[in-house]
């Protein structure tokens, strides 16, 4: 085993004997171009990986890898973000069958499976609270106070939701440290990842984060962070007080199991379909695949439905390109392709655009290509002057040329059929 790895793994401090004996007991072995609010608890990662995607063009209606959401991660508010989603009941969902939690109780929960420092600033919700039971403090271990957070919920275990709350985001998109994904003796799923609070990295606060599916449709998410607040806090520490052992431990814990007995299951979530006329992701990815010019050596790339993006290298450094394929988009048609569109012979309206990129990548361009068809098929494709939108840019210019990008666009590999 890496150094690097004992590291990961490495039992700094103990989270002391309830919540050794607790891991012992319970070893159970995020595509839109639209730009996210901040999620909170077990959305966040889903806010992260659409944010993360968002370039200049904010008007896109489909959001694919997740929904955006607001309010803060560390819970408090009126209680309607993210968090509650999961937790609140759901059409067909089963009664909890257990009694209900005050805040109080669920706050002393997350207390006794802390090492035993300093606690302040605590905060959260009850079972029956309408945001679902969350709890919240900062920690001081005598190495700098650190906000540390819990959420428990209910979801389809077998859902499109756990699924992507249990995925490693892509790299290209949310950069991290590190992310594991494991399957527990008991059958529950399991992912830790070591990130950042800004993907861009402009301020140096580090976001770790736990998130646990059991198989009867609970979740468990834990965030902390190495500064006392999830955002405008100065960093206090290296790193988040908890390592990624005892991260896991503290998600595992059977002392969670009262909260998720209070709760409603989550109703089983509908088979999702693609919209009228959509195109799944492996279409489109193969698609503009097909369309590069010759020099744009693909390095990565991934689709999902309605969207799709690569990296290429032509040689002269990395340049992301994406697509959004989207029917039915006539409602945008004079919000962005009015007065200054190009139209072509068939009725296509073209936009084209240059602009800063939005996402801290220092230097880093978008060039956009944006068409709306007759049949109201719109089609966007942006390249960037660096291999994300996040970190500085590799060369002067994007790899595909505006002239390339309206032939993407425009391509009749896109129509309805």
């Keep these: 085993m890496s150094g690097t790895q004992r590291d990961l793994d490495g039992f700094e401090g103990g989270l002391g004997d309830a919540l050794r004996r607790a891991g012992e007991e319970f070893t159970a072995e995020g595509r839109s171009l639209v730009d996210g609010g901040v999620a909170r608890g077990r959305r966040r990662l889903r806010r992260r990986r659409a944010a993360a995607m968002t370039g200049g063009v904010v008007a896109l209606a489909v959001v694919g890898l997740g929904a955006p959401y607001a309010t803060g991660a560390l819970g408090g508010g009126d209680g309607q973000g993210g968090a509650g989603v999961a937790a609140r009941p759901k059409a067909g969902a089963s009664p909890g069958k257990g009694p209900q939690l005050s805040a109080q109780q669920v706050i002393a929960t997350l207390e006794g499976l802390l090492p035993k420092r300093k606690v302040s600033e605590q905060g959260g919700r009850g079972t029956a609270d309408r945001g679902g039971p969350s709890a919240h403090l ?110 896991k431990a503290l ?133 960037f002057n660096s291999g994300a939108q996040n970190t500085k840019a590799t060369r002067e210019t994007p790899a595909l040329t505006m002239r390339q990008l309206k032939a993407v666009a425009t391509s009749g590999k896109w129509a309805v059929k």
């Excluded at 606060?205 to 806090?233: C, I």
């Design 138 to 247: 900062v920690l001081d271990d005598g190495r700098g106070k650190a906000a540390v957070g819990v959420s428990v919920g209910a979801v389809d275990p077998h859902g499109m939701e756990a699924k992507q709350q249990l995925a490693c985001p892509d790299r290209t998109y949310v950069p991290y440290d590190s992310c594991r994904n494991e399957t527990l003796a008991d059958g529950s799923r399991l992912m830790v990842l070591r990130g950042y609070e800004y993907p861009d990295k402009r301020v140096d606060t580090k976001w770790w984060h736990a998130y646990l599916v059991t198989p009867d449709g609970y979740t468990v998410d834990a965030n902390e962070w190495n500064a006392p607040a999830e955002k405008d806090a100065t960093v206090t520490r290296p790193e988040p007080p908890l390592t990624v052992r005892q991260l």
């Design 251 to 383: 998600v595992t814990s059977r002392a969670w199991r009262p909260v998720m007995n209070a709760l409603e299951k989550a109703a089983p979530e509908p088979v999702p379909q693609l919209p009228a006329r959509g195109q799944d992701g492996r279409t489109i990815l193969r698609n503009l695949k097909a369309l590069l010019p010759a020099s744009a050596k693909v390095v990565s790339g991934r689709g999902d439905d309605g969207y799709a993006y690569v990296v290429v290298d032509d040689g002269k450094g990395a340049s992301l390109v994406q697509i959004n394929v989207q029917p039915g988009m006539s409602d945008l048609g004079d919000e962005l392709f009015g007065a200054g569109a190009e139209v072509l012979p068939d009725g296509t309206k073209v936009v084209t655009r240059r602009e800063p990129g939005e996402k801290g990548g220092e230097g880093v361009v978008m060039w956009t290509a944006d068409t709306l068809r007759p049949d109201d098929l719109r089609v966007v494709v942006s390249a």
